[in-house]
């Protein structure tokens, strides 16, 4: 990989995403990228970039820009922002009258922070709040946007970041190794792909937002 090459796809990736390589990451594009390369004959990544500059990508960018997102997360990440959601921000609302608040998620990823604050919601509402609203999850990948919408989640998945609890309350044990969100929590919940680049404006008003992709 000569350093002009990857100069070019570092300079390509944070103008179409956002996305912002180290210095040293060669090993991760070399990686991320291979099948990419494979697929479309690409023998070195030099091609490819002439290839994203020369028409404008069109589904190769889409593909690229998938292999190259990492999608990290977790149910109840951290816990203190739905802790800050409960004890400040729902009952803030409730006070200025905002009876049906909507809440973006940007960088979802496959949905676990847009289902955690529906989760903290129904929370709020069963200790005596009277809050209802809708949670609008963003992602950049549309396959990664899909998984979400299905609000379906594998047994290693569910583990991370939920109580028994909670677990037991808010999913249905669909097999030994799948579980779905409840429709109480789920229908509170949507998803649209949206880069983070591009206007909001498309997405309408929000009263809270949470963008967390780090």
């Known amino acids: 990989m000569k350093p002009e090459h990857y100069q070019d796809f570092r300079e390509f990736l944070e103008r179409a995403c956002g996305i912002v390589l180290g210095e040293n990451?060669?090993?991760?594009?070399?990686?991320?990228?291979?099948?990419?390369?494979l697929e479309h004959g690409f023998h070195d990544l030099?091609?490819?970039?002439?290839?994203?500059?020369?028409?404008?990508?069109?589904?190769?960018?889409?593909?690229?820009?998938?292999?190259?997102?990492?999608?990290?997360?977790?149910?109840?990440?951290?816990?203190?922002p739905y802790a800050i959601l409960k004890?400040?921000?729902?009952?803030?609302?409730?006070?200025r009258r905002?009876?049906?608040?909507?809440?973006?998620?940007?960088?979802?990823?496959?949905g676990q922070e847009a289902y955690s604050i529906s989760?903290?919601?129904?929370?709020?509402?069963?200790?005596g709040g009277r809050l209802d609203g809708e949670v609008l999850g963003t992602d950049i990948s549309p396959q990664i946007v899909e998984q979400a919408s299905l609000g379906r989640y594998n047994s290693s998945a569910i583990t991370r970041g939920l109580t028994d609890e909670r677990r037991v309350r808010f999913f249905r044990e669909l097999d030994p190794q799948t579980w779905e969100v409840r429709p109480e929590i789920k229908r509170r919940a949507s998803f649209r792909t949206h880069n983070l680049l591009e206007s909001f404006a498309v997405l309408g008003r929000f009263d809270v937002y949470l963008c967390r992709t780090c």
């Open 25 to 37: 990451k060669q090993y991760l594009v070399a990686s991320r990228l291979a099948p990419v390369m």
């Open 87 to 95: 004890e400040y921000v729902f009952p803030e609302l409730q006070k």
């Open 98 to 110: 905002v009876y049906n608040a909507r809440v973006w998620s940007a960088g979802c990823s496959s």
């Open 119 to 127: 989760m903290s919601l129904q929370e709020y509402n069963e200790q």
């Open 46 to 80: 030099g091609e490819l970039v002439a290839q994203l500059d020369r028409f404008g990508g069109g589904n190769l960018r889409a593909q690229v820009i998938e292999a190259m997102t990492t999608n990290e997360t977790q149910f109840f990440r951290d816990n203190y």
